[in-house]
């Protein structure tokens, strides 16, 4: 089993910036790549950034690319999600998830319990 606990969500104005955390406890950490997804009112939960086992690659969303940057630090059991330029539109509660490098959240076997990003115009 893997826990993970999320922080760092908040209610920011547009263009601003945050960096959500999410603290993996359990299993050794770096046998999981790591991933964020979000889910806005009324809407599916969508991909927006995953991690390597490693670090050594990562891939984004389109629309979160060249605004939220994705690491982490085996050495913490920590993964991170920077998020600048914010919209209006990355208002969501934001997942942290551990699992097997995909875009799918059918691949991820464990999930945190959410942040809340609050982004206003």
């Known amino acids: 089993q893997v826990q993970l606990v999320e922080s760092g969500g908040g209610l920011v104005q547009a263009g601003g910036s945050l960096r959500l955390s999410c603290a993996a406890s359990g299993r050794t950490f770096s046998n999981y790549a790591m991933a964020w997804f979000r889910q806005a009112p009324g809407k599916e939960r969508e991909f927006a950034a995953l991690i390597s086992r490693y670090g050594r690659s990562t891939d984004y969303a389109d629309s979160v690319k060249g605004r939220f940057t994705i690491s982490r630090d085996n050495a913490k059991n920590t993964v991170y999600l920077q998020m600048n330029s914010l919209k209006p539109e990355d208002t969501a509660v934001y997942y942290c998830?551990?699992?097997?490098?995909?875009?799918?959240?059918?691949?991820?076997?464990?999930w945190g319990q959410g942040t809340q990003v609050t982004v206003s115009s």
């Open positions: 998830a551990a699992g097997r490098a995909s875009s799918s959240s059918y691949e991820y076997d464990y």
